[in-house]
């Protein structure tokens, strides 16, 4: 349940994108910054995997995990903060509901995208009150804010293998009264 936990924790916090000068292209994409008739004939791989993260930032904060995840590939892994193992897809998709539950206020805002070939990252505040059982714990009713970066790796299809983030689960316990193990 721990490793759940820090995972939800770890794939809830991602970081911010902007263009980068990386000209590999994917052809047909539409960035939707322009109408279909201006849509360019091809985009960057680092407009197309920025695009990508910024839709599973608008689907997280839905809370829909299905439209979230259809995004990752099936062998998608979270590295959290790497204090923790390295956590598969289908516990990621556990966590994430979870953690919704537990926070049904979650959102993420102000978000920085940044993007460069296989790599964006997100810069955000994350916020939510605790008002469901998380691991077995009672909810305080208390709230949290904090920023983070995640980091992700997408491949040549456009999907997400790698997770990666720098808040550490402890800053956000500290906040709502969650008790550590």
């Known amino acids: 349940m721990k490793k759940i936990l820090l995972f939800s924790t770890a794939a809830v916090f991602f970081l911010a994108a902007c ?3 990386d000209q590999a292209t ?3 994409m539409n960035t939707g910054k322009e109408s279909p008739a201006e ?4 985009v960057s791989k680092s407009q197309r995997n920025r695009q990508t993260v910024e839709t599973m930032f608008d689907n997280m904060n ?3 995990v299905a439209a979230m995840f259809s995004a990752m590939a099936p062998d998608c892994m979270d590295y959290g903060d790497g204090s923790g193992k390295p956590s598969p897809l289908d516990s990621v998709k556990a966590g994430m ?3 919704f539950t537990a926070f049904p206020d979650f959102r ?3 978000k920085q995208v940044m993007a460069d070939g296989d790599w964006v990252m997100v810069w955000s505040d994350q916020s939510g009150t605790w008002k469901g059982y998380l ?3 009672k909810p305080t009713g208390k709230a949290f804010k904090a920023q983070d970066v995640d980091i992700f ?3 040549a299809e456009g999907k997400v293998t790698e997770h990666h983030n720098i808040q550490s689960f402890a800053t956000l316990a500290q906040q709502i009264g969650f008790k550590l193990k």
């Open 19 to 21: 263009n980068s000068s």
């Open 26 to 28: 994917v052809k047909g």
């Open 39 to 42: 849509a360019p004939a091809a």
């Open 62 to 64: 839905k809370h829909d």
């Open 97 to 99: 509901t979870n953690w």
């Open 108 to 110: 993420s805002d102000n």
């Open 135 to 137: 691991s077995g714990q």
């Open 153 to 155: 790796r997408l491949n």
